[in-house]
């Protein structure tokens, strides 16, 4: 076991990634090419064999835990040797992406002198590579963290991580603190400190149909009746606190000649504090009809919390800055509005998040990372898995028998 992480290490870490970089790019490769959108689970298991061959070469445990037939599974790793008693650390990824299958005919893997481009570099293939190239500078220089990491891959991220949430909860709550491979904000990498917390509502108008022309009085219009709520809920966005709320799909109705009986929204809600969540959540659950005729069916709610910046979470964030110093590195704090598992871990340990790759494009066209930034970033990584405990109340954890149980007990 080492002692806490000194300069001289951080420039040893820069000095062994920087003689691998090409070979960092060339993992990137393998992983981009390997397309993994979450709607084909079937096509996950192509990217994670090399992240489980990566894990393997370093004397990691990787077990794969099978998906319930939304995503295509999941990978947990641990070192096979650790010491007895050391607390752990999580290591959080995902292997899928937004890309359909094909999108590298039109969108291919390409290596620039400053950039590189192609379908999930960003988000988060890059920040994959980096956590595999991290534990493996870790493992070149012969350092034991004190703090044992365990990786968690999902493959379902990109849908909400619905089939893995239970085990990042799982393996958040016995650990230390968190760190989450997701691309970091802007162009100058800003770590990402907070973070907005989501969630989804279906609205569904009742009306009653009648002729448009023969008897329109005897209709209810769903139509009319929603367009009034939508207005409402857009009457709810307050964006200077953060707080937005869009109405990004609507139905109803059959024919222009038939009042409408039945019209739906879908309601995206963003929110920067859990009190905001309370508060938005009871605003809509409280809209009321005022078409005569007409009632209102309310569902959802905010499912993924934000990420707030608490003091545990602050104290990480001042490690990696203080960390940063060692790489010659100046660190910037950020908010994202978008979610991540770090939603969830956050709940239960400090986290830091956007650890991930530097550049920009997540979900867009123009998506690239900058490979001298990875080596700088699997660098800061590796620093930061070799702090001491945060505090010394983190207890040890079995974590490979608690999720194989977790498993065994939602497949019975």
């Known amino acids: 076991m080492q002692d806490a992480p000194t300069e001289s290490l951080g420039q040893a870490l820069l000095g062994y990634l920087r003689a691998h970089q090409d070979e960092m790019v060339a993992l990137l490769e393998t992983l981009v090419r390997a397309e993994s959108p979450s709607t084909v689970p079937v096509l996950q298991a192509a990217v994670q064999r090399p992240l489980r061959q990566a894990l393997e070469a370093i004397d990691f445990r990787v077990e ?113 603190r968190c760190y989450v491979m997701e691309p970091a904000l802007d162009l100058d990498g800003k770590l990402k400190t907070a973070r907005r917390g989501a969630g989804r509502f279906f609205l569904t108008v009742r009306g009653r149909s009648a002729h448009a022309g023969i008897d329109p009085e005897s209709g209810a219009s769903a139509i009319l009746e929603l367009s009034h709520v939508i207005q409402k809920l857009h009457g709810l966005n307050d964006f200077d606190a953060g707080i937005s709320i869009n109405v990004g799909h609507i139905t109803g109705g059959t024919r222009s000649n038939v009042i409408a009986d039945e019209s739906s929204a879908e309601v995206d809600v963003r929110v920067r504090t859990k009190e905001q969540a309370r508060e938005v959540e009871q605003a809509i659950n409280a809209l009321s009809t005022t078409t005569e005729g007409t009632v209102l069916d309310i569902e959802g709610e905010v499912g993924r919390p934000p990420m707030e910046r608490t003091p545990r979470n602050q104290r990480l964030w001042d490690e990696a800055q203080r960390l940063g110093t060692y790489l010659g590195v100046e660190l910037i704090q950020g908010r994202s509005g978008g979610t991540s598992d770090g939603n969830t871990t956050s709940l239960l340990t400090a986290t830091l998040d956007g650890l991930g790759a530097v550049g920009d494009g997540a979900h867009a066209r123009h998506e690239f990372l900058y490979p001298d930034k990875m080596v700088e970033r699997a660098a800061l990584l590796a620093l930061l898995v070799m702090l001491p405990p945060l505090d010394a109340s983190a207890r040890d954890a079995d974590a490979e028998a608690e999720v194989t149980t977790a498993y065994a007990a939602s497949s019975a």
Do not use: C
């Not at 493992?139 to 493959?155: E, K, M, Q, R, Y």
């Open 64 to 176: 794969h835990i099978p998906g319930r037939g939304e995503s295509g599974g999941h990978l947990y790793a641990r070192p096979r040797e650790r010491t007895p008693g050391a607390p752990i650390q999580l290591l959080v990824g995902h292997t899928d992406t937004v890309w359909p299958v094909g999108t590298l005919q039109k969108m291919p893997f390409r290596v620039q002198p400053d950039k590189v481009q192609g379908p999930g570099v960003f988000d988060m293939k890059g920040g994959l590579t980096q956590m595999i190239w991290a534990l493996r500078a870790l493992d070149h220089l012969g350092v034991t963290p004190a703090v044992t990491p365990v990786v968690f891959i999902n493959s379902d991220e990109e849908i909400g991580s619905d089939e893995s949430e239970s085990y990042i909860r799982m393996l958040a709550r016995r650990s230390n």
